[in-house]
C-alpha cells in the first residue's frame, strides 16, 4: 500500500538536443535506408513470390483459414441453433423489406440466400448476418420507383389510356433496375476494397450514420402508409418527396381502407407486446421466440381460410413462384442512371456493416479486415445482382439474435440459407394469401430500436454541440433531399466540421510548471508561470494551407508584437539616429567656431588691466560691463551688456558650463551664449534625454510589446503531423520578419515526418539552420535562456507571483506627486512668459526644467520600469 501510494518520479541528464545533435543521438537513417530502389522491391517480390501468393489467397479467401480448423463437436450444434433461428427471421423480413424495394416479395428471399452463401467464403467477420435491410430496401426503392413510375406503366385500351397499371410488366422493369444497381453497386465495393480504400467508411462517423438511419426509418414509416391504411398516394421522387407523399397521404386518409387498417392495428398492436414479452424473458429462454415468423404464419391461415382478399379486398402477397430463377446479366445501359445510387449503396452497406462487424470482433476478441469485408460485401452484391437480387448489408437485429444464440464461425450463414432456400423450393406458394399489411406491420415494428435514436440529441447536447450539429443536419438533409442527396450532403458537412476545426484551432502561449519540464497553456493553468523573454506559442491543430495565414495573425496577437509597425518604427530610428548624427556634426562644427571666438576673446581682453581681487577675475570694458568668475565657474552679473568669459570646465558633451547651484535665475547667460551660436540643445541634456528616451518607450509601447521584453519566440510544433509549402513558406516569414526586429525563432517538438518534409520543401538555409529546430519545449527554452544570458528557469514564490499580462498600477502617492510636479511646472512657465525682464520665454522653461529634472527622471523612470502602453 505505501508504495501505491509513494509518487513516481524521474530525472533525466542530458545535452539540449537540438535537431542536428538529435540526428547524431538518434542515428536518423536515410530517406534511401527507408525506402528500398525498384530493382530491389522486384528481387524481394521474385524471392517472396511464392509465400506471398499463398497468403494472398488465404487472405482473399478467409474460408480456407478457419475452415481446415473447424470442429463440429465445439462449433457444429451452436452454429446450427444460430443459423436455424437467423433463417426463421430472414423470411419475414426478407419478403416485408421487398415492399420497401418496390419489389414482389419473392425478390427478398432471393436477396436472403445467394448473398449469404457467397459471404459465406469472403467475409472474415463471424457474427454479422448478411441480407436485407430496412436503410438499403428504401434506397433501392426510390431508385424503382423513379425509373419505373407507375404512369409508364398504365395499360391502354385502344386509344384510351386506362388507370389500371400492368403490375407484372412493371414488376419485371423494376426487378432489372435493382439487379442493374445492385451489380455496380457491389464492383464500386470490390473496386475500392482491391485498392486498400477500406478507410472511407470512416468518413461516416456514428453520429453521421445514427442520423441517416433515423431518417431512412421515417422514409419507410411514409413508404408503408398506403400499406397499413390501404390508399394508394401518388408516388413522388427527388428531393421533398417525403414531405409530398406525406401530404398525399393525409389527403387520402378520408378515404381509408378500414379492414386494413384493422388488420394493421391489430398486428402492430400484437407485434409490440409479443417482442416486449420476449425481451422479459430473454434471460430465460434458451432461443428467442420467432415473433415475425409466427404472426406471419398466423396471418396467411386467418386470410386464406377467411378469403380477405376476395370478401373484404384486402392486398395480398399474391403469386410466389416455386424454385430458383435462373441468373441474368443486368442491363448495362442502366448502368449511367444508377451510378450515384449505386455509389450511395455501396458506401452506406459498407460503413453498416463494417461498424457491425467491428463492434462485434471487440466483444469477442477477433480481427475483421476492413478490406477484406469490402471485397467480400462487393462481391455478395455482385453475384446476387445476377440472381435478381436487391443490394444487401448486414442486419442490426439478425447479427444480434445470431450473437446471443451463440454463433461460432460463418458456418450459421449456411445454415440461414438453408432455410430459405427450403422455404423458395416448397413453402414458398403457401404464402400467397399473406396480406401485405401484415409485413408492414412488421417493419414497422421493426424500426422501433431506430426511433429511440432520437435519444441522441439529448446524449450530443450533453457531450459534443459539434456532432449534434451533425446530426441534426444529416437527419434534416435526409429527410428533404431524400436518401442519395441527403447522404453526399451529410458527408460534404462531416468534412467541413473537421475543415473549420483545424482551419480556427485553439492557439495558446505556454508556461512551465515550475521544478518540471512540462509546458501547458497559461490562460487555462494557474501554476503556469511564463518564461521572462520567451514566448512559447502552440496551436492546437496541424498548420496547412487553410489556416496558415490565422496561424501568423494568431502569433501576432499571442506574442504581442505588430511586425509591420514594429519594422516601421525601427526603421525611423534608424533615420532619427542619422539626423542626430549630422546634428552631432554640426554641433562639433560650432564648438570649434565657439573655441575659436573664445580664444579671440581673450586675446582682446588680455590688452585691457587686469587685477585680481579675492581670488576671482575682474575685468572693465568700454561700455562698463563687469564680469566676475569665481573658482566654481559661477557668473555674477551687474549693470550693463553681459560678455562671458569661458574659464569654466567643459561638460562631457563638450559645452561650457555656465550654471551655478542650480539657481534658475543664474542661466539666463548660459543660454544666451548658445541662442547667440545657435545651439538647441539644452543645458539639462541629461535629463532631457532621459525624458526623451521615456517617451520613445511610450510611444513604441503603443505598437505592442517593447522589444527588450520579449527576445526569443518559440513554435511548439507537436501537434502537427504534417506541413505543407504553403505553411513552409508562412515559417519562412515568420522567422524573417521577427529577425528585422531582434527577436530569435525556434521550433521544438517536431515529428520527423515533418522535418523531413521541410527539407522537401527547402525550408532550410543558411539563416534557417536545423540548431533552430529543438527535439521538446525545453530545450528550447534552455538554449533561448543561455543564448541570452540566463542559465536557469526563475524560480517563483506562490505570493510573489503574477500572471505577466496583468498590468499592474502605480500608488496614489505616485499620481499625486506627479501632478504637482505639473503644476509647479505650469506655473513656473507662465511667470516667466509674463516677466517682462525676459525675452525668451522658452528658454527659461528649458532652464527651470533643469532644476526638476531629477525629480522628473526619477518618476518617470518610476512609470517606465512597469512598461505600460497607455496611462
Not at 115 to 126: D, E, K, M, Q
Not at 412 to 422: D, K, P
Request: proline share 4%; charged share 20%; glycine share 6%.
Amino acid at each position: 500500500m505505501e508504495s501505491a501510494r509513494r509518487s513516481e518520479r524521474f530525472r533525466v541528464e542530458r545535452d539540449v538536443l537540438d535537431e542536428l545533435k538529435l540526428e547524431e543521438v538518434t542515428q536518423r537513417k536515410s530517406y534511401a535506408d527507408i525506402h528500398s530502389s525498384l530493382s530491389e522491391q522486384l528481387k524481394n517480390a521474385l524471392r517472396c513470390n511464392i509465400h506471398y501468393l499463398k497468403q494472398s489467397i488465404v487472405r482473399r479467401l478467409p474460408v480456407l483459414y478457419w475452415l481446415p480448423k473447424y470442429s463440429v463437436w465445439d462449433y457444429g450444434m451452436p452454429d446450427l441453433i444460430s443459423g436455424i433461428s437467423v433463417g426463421i427471421m430472414h423470411l419475414p423480413q426478407g419478403m416485408a423489406y421487398a415492399l420497401l424495394a418496390s419489389l414482389p416479395p419473392v425478390f427478398g428471399l432471393y436477396s436472403s440466400l445467394y448473398p449469404a452463401l457467397v459471404y459465406f467464403f469472403f467475409g472474415t467477420s463471424r457474427h454479422v448476418s448478411i441480407g436485407t435491410f430496412t436503410v438499403l430496401s428504401i434506397m433501392v426503392g426510390s431508385v424503382t420507383e423513379r425509373l419505373a413510375p407507375d404512369v409508364d406503366f398504365q395499360k391502354v385500351n385502344g386509344t384510351n389510356i386506362t388507370a389500371e397499371v400492368d403490375v407484372t410488366a412493371r414488376d419485371s422493369y423494376r426487378v432489372q433496375v435493382a439487379a442493374a444497381t445492385t451489380v455496380l453497386g457491389g464492383l464500386i465495393q470490390v473496386l475500392l476494397g482491391v485498392v486498400k480504400f477500406g478507410f472511407v467508411g470512416t468518413y461516416l462517423s456514428e453520429p453521421l450514420v445514427r442520423a441517416y438511419t433515423t431518417a431512412a426509418a421515417a422514409h419507410a414509416v411514409v413508404a408503408q402508409l398506403k400499406y397499413i391504411f390501404g390508399v394508394s398516394p401518388t408516388r413522388f421522387s427527388g428531393p421533398l418527396s417525403l414531405v409530398y407523399t406525406l401530404k398525399d397521404v393525409c389527403s387520402l386518409l378520408p378515404n381509408t381502407h378500414l379492414p386494413t387498417l384493422l388488420v394493421s392495428v391489430v398486428t402492430i398492436v400484437l407485434l409490440i407486446a409479443a417482442k416486449e414479452l420476449n425481451s422479459f424473458l430473454s434471460s430465460k429462454l434458451p432461443v428467442p421466440i420467432p415473433v415475425e415468423l409466427i404472426t406471419i404464419v398466423a396471418g396467411t391461415l386467418i386470410s386464406s381460410y377467411a378469403h380477405l382478399n376476395t370478401n373484404y379486398t384486402i392486398s395480398v402477397v399474391g403469386e410466389i413462384p416455386s424454385g430458383l430463377s435462373s441468373p441474368s446479366v443486368p442491363d448495362v445501359n442502366l448502368f449511367g442512371e444508377v451510378i450515384g445510387d449505386a455509389f450511395a449503396l455501396a458506401i452506406v452497406g459498407y460503413a453498416i456493416t463494417i461498424s457491425l462487424g467491428k463492434t462485434f470482433a471487440l466483444k469477442h476478441g477477433y480481427k475483421v479486415d476492413s478490406n477484406q469485408e469490402l471485397v467480400a460485401l462487393g462481391l455478395s452484391n455482385t453475384v446476387g445482382g445476377f440472381f435478381q437480387c436487391f443490394s444487401v448489408c448486414s442486419s442490426m437485429s439478425r447479427s444480434l439474435i445470431q450473437d446471443t444464440t451463440g454463433v461460432k464461425t460463418q458456418m450459421a450463414g449456411v445454415a440461414s440459407s438453408l432455410i430459405v432456400l427450403v422455404t423458395i423450393l416448397k413453402l414458398g406458394t403457401l404464402f400467397q394469401d399473406l396480406p401485405k399489411a401484415v409485413l408492414s406491420a412488421v417493419v414497422f415494428v421493426n424500426l422501433k430500436g431506430m426511433f429511440k435514436q432520437y435519444y441522441d440529441i439529448i446524449t450530443l447536447w450533453r457531450s459534443s454541440k459539434i456532432d449534434l450539429v451533425v446530426w441534426l443536419v444529416t437527419w434534416v438533409s435526409t429527410l428533404l433531399l431524400n436518401l442519395d442527396l441527403g447522404l453526399a450532403a451529410s458527408v460534404t458537412f462531416a468534412v467541413f466540421t473537421v475543415i473549420f476545426r483545424t482551419q480556427l484551432p485553439t492557439y495558446s502561449v505556454l508556461g512551465n510548471i515550475p521544478g518540471t519540464e512540462l509546458y501547458v497553456d497559461i490562460e487555462m493553468h494557474r501554476e503556469a508561470r511564463g518564461i521572462p523573454g520567451v514566448t512559447i506559442f502552440r496551436s492546437s491543430a496541424t498548420v496547412y494551407f487553410a489556416n496558415a495565414d490565422l496561424y501568423l495573425e494568431a502569433l501576432k496577437e499571442k506574442s504581442g508584437l505588430n511586425i509591420s509597425k514594429m519594422i516601421i518604427y525601427k526603421r525611423r530610428q534608424e533615420a532619427k539616429q542619422k539626423r542626430r548624427e549630422r546634428r552631432a556634426e554640426r554641433r562639433a562644427k560650432r564648438q570649434a567656431k565657439r573655441e575659436r571666438r573664445a580664444q579671440r576673446a581673450a586675446r582682446q581682453l588680455s590688452e585691457f588691466s587686469v587685477e585680481e581681487e579675492g581670488g576671482c577675475w575682474r575685468d572693465t570694458s568700454i561700455d562698463r560691463t563687469v564680469i566676475v568668475e569665481d573658482e566654481q565657474g559661477g557668473t555674477e552679473r551687474e549693470n550693463g551688456t553681459v560678455f562671458v568669459i569661458p574659464t569654466t570646465p567643459r561638460t562631457p558633451d563638450g559645452r561650457w558650463e555656465y550654471l551655478k547651484g542650480g539657481d534658475p535665475d543664474c542661466t539666463s547667460l548660459g543660454w544666451m551664449s548658445e541662442l547667440q551660436d545657435g545651439d538647441t540643445t539644452t543645458l539639462g541634456s541629461s535629463s532631457e534625454d532621459t525624458l526623451s528616451q521615456d517617451l520613445e518607450r511610450m510611444s513604441l509601447g503603443s505598437l505592442g510589446k517593447w522589444t527588450w521584453d520579449i527576445h526569443s519566440i518559440i513554435l511548439d510544433l507537436s501537434t502537427a503531423n504534417f506541413i505543407d509549402t504553403v505553411a513552409i513558406k508562412t515559417m519562412k516569414n515568420i522567422f524573417q520578419d521577427f529577425s528585422e526586429i531582434d527577436v530569435d525563432v525556434y521550433m521544438a517538438g517536431c515529428q520527423a515526418s515533418v522535418v523531413e518534409q521541410l527539407e522537401h520543401g527547402d525550408f532550410f538555409s543558411e539563416k534557417i539552420t536545423k540548431r533552430r529546430l529543438f527535439a521538446s519545449v525545453h530545450d528550447a527554452v534552455l538554449h533561448c535562456l543561455n543564448h541570452r544570458g540566463a542559465t536557469t528557469i526563475p524560480r517563483y514564490e506562490p505570493s510573489m507571483v503574477r500572471p505577466a499580462n496583468i498590468q499592474v498600477s502605480f500608488s496614489n502617492a505616485t499620481f499625486i506627486c506627479l501632478g504637482m510636479d505639473m503644476l509647479w511646472l505650469t506655473n513656473k512657465y507662465l511667470k516667466h512668459f509674463f516677466d517682462y525682464r525676459s525675452c525668451i520665454p522658452a528658454r527659461n522653461f528649458k532652464a527651470f526644467m533643469q532644476t526638476r529634472g531629477k525629480t522628473l527622471s526619477r518618476r518617470n523612470n518610476e512609470f517606465m520600469q512597469y512598461q505600460f502602453i497607455t496611462f
